[in-house]
DNA sequence: AATGAATGAGGTTTCATTCAT
DNA sequence: CATGAATGAAACCTCATTCAT
């Protein structure tokens, strides 16, 4: 009914679709389990369902840019991280992960949403386009890594599958972690209903395997203690 | 369609409640991307729909119960072995997961679904439920674990935290290669095009990784060569 | 919510179909020109959305049946006409015509609309299914008429090509009075302005121009008069 | 899009128009069966949308825009051959039909959708001025035909009802052939499983049918064979 | 005159679940 | 116990049209 103003520059349509993401993020937020409708998307940033298709394919490539909008953060720290810090630990890089990726409610739920989004809904070419985005990103924070560690077995692309197999630990600890909190969180008194095996906190859990990992990984062992 | 003959000893029940079992998972064989209804399930087995509901509250938990199975086949060989060999090695282990969770079509996109089904949709006392069943075996894996390799820093559920963090690589990892492949398996000449970051193949990455794994955390490097 | 009576029996559900088709059919006689939603026809029949696509795979089907429902009646008399009657005429033929094809105010809307939808929208199994139903009817009818017309040039087939023939002119000429009329209905003082090439009425000019067909394929010529 | 160099003469504006039906018959040629959007037209012609309804008051009178140049063509030769031919005779008359109707695939597509648009959804005033136009173009067609063949009962306005049920046979066979083609050109081997009374052709049971119903109507019967 | 961003109504279909028989 | 008919919510996306620029 109310035409908004009009985006005709090219930084009016980036603010708009900036607005829509904005919109979206927003309702992810307010409920990580369910997928805002587009409706619903529409009337959060205060436009019509229709206004939204002008500046997303599909409701799949909505949350994807949503998705790759937070990776750009994470990548955005990182990269300065890597390529601005003169020296560089486990804890350094970590204390990026957690700020972009493990802490915000937001990050991993809608990460592996949209993991199986690429790999069902989304067409082919979107999905690609998308992974040369990121694939840029992950070279750049790869090569910084590369830089500053001595890996066991120097190779090229040896930070880039460092970077790769810690991402599968955040992403995989996390599933299982959100597996056995999600339906929990409201039970009161239910954490002590867990099977030792299942009694875990995801970031202390994380931050042990992570170490682990590096530990296994790169030369020089983390400074801070051993693992878990 | 003419009532079956009714189940009314507890093993015809059994019989019964695995009947649909197996025609659910040989659905999900047939297309491992997509959920069946209930009523394909139902005429798969050869049963009404109706009659699904009586072994199964929901069909969140007949996904479930389909996976609970798989996992059940996958703790009993591991048990087995862990138990069993005389000596135990990373490849030993490996041989395992492999038979039954990486090379079954089945069994990750499962594994994935349900975990979301247990964060979101599946009543908490069924996913607690599950989860004690499935820490006994884990506990059992676990300490076998323990009983074979000295750890770094032995200390009680070291096994069980080894087991975790492994499969939470093999989830993480499969998810992140699903999301690459997904979309192209059909488009010719597809693999060139990706970008290099994400050219890599999940069985070879997911040995490479579990491999560097254990040598971060068991005292003992694993015999077969070095991390890829 | 009301759940209605269960159609378990075989007739009962042939007339829940029925009923569905009344639903429909009313709906479209009530207003012809638009083509009523699922949903309303299931209002209409008393019945959930859900249970009008147990009964029919879709909406064009549905359209279809009630279709095929009219075309059944017609042929019902025309074939108990020409199989029954001593004697034939235009006359009884074309009266029969004019009960079920041009008076219903249904029938020649909905057929030309069926007509496009067997060209695009309807499965072409439904299609021809359809058809076969209808070539059995057409046969019969078309066998009857070449046993009580001496055709200028007798043939297998050309009393089904004379149906055939009559039909075209019935479902044409139609199709331009109801342009000519349709959107003029309500525009008081509509008909003088039409110009004279326009200035005619559907059922006079059906019939003199079928006449004149007839004289120009039958031996005999009718009857009655000459052509217009 | 960069502004397009205005149209400020009407012959300017005349050659726009003609752009958007040049546009919109080339989209409608390359698929006959879709109505492409006002979005495809505008594109089609280099233009913005909204410059479509700067020309045309709605997408249906630019469809009708469209069929009525087509008519135009028609008459235009049929009353060349008419007024121009020293004698006549059906097939010089049919060879114009089937040039202008039958051949071109866009035409009776078009044709049988734009007498629903002016039943329905085109406003009357536009329905009765193109009726207008066409009567004008008719009237001289049908008068022409009157003078070349001496009806068996001579009237005045016998030519053009002539037309008139000749348009109606050309029309109501080819939506008949169309829903009976319509959905089999691609499965191979269709056309045997076509039951006999549907296994006709369009192009030569149309010109069989005009062939009866002239010998009908004109005294002289046409020289050519006789009626299939 | 030309543009193209914004609107928002509109309707189909699926399918998990219930419950009368 | 078994059946399967009935339910009805849920959400997508298109596209003709308008109108601010």
Redesign the pocket.
Known sequence: ????????QAE??QE?RDAILDAAEQLLRDAPE?????????QQA??????????F????E?LLAVHERRVDCFFHDLIALVEGAPSLDFDMLFAVARTHLVEPPLFLPLAARCFGLMAH?IPPAATLAFQHRMAARLERAGAGIERHFPLRTPAPGRGVALLRRCYALILGLWQMSAAIGGGLCCASGAAEELPPAFAWSYPEELEAALRAFWQGTIAAPPAAGDTQ
């Open positions: 009914m109310a035409v908004r103003q009009r985006a005709i009016d349509k708009r369910r997928v805002a409708s587009v409706a619903e998307v529409a205060g436009l019509a369902k229709g206004t939204v298709y002008l500046y394919p599909s409701k799949e909505l809904c």
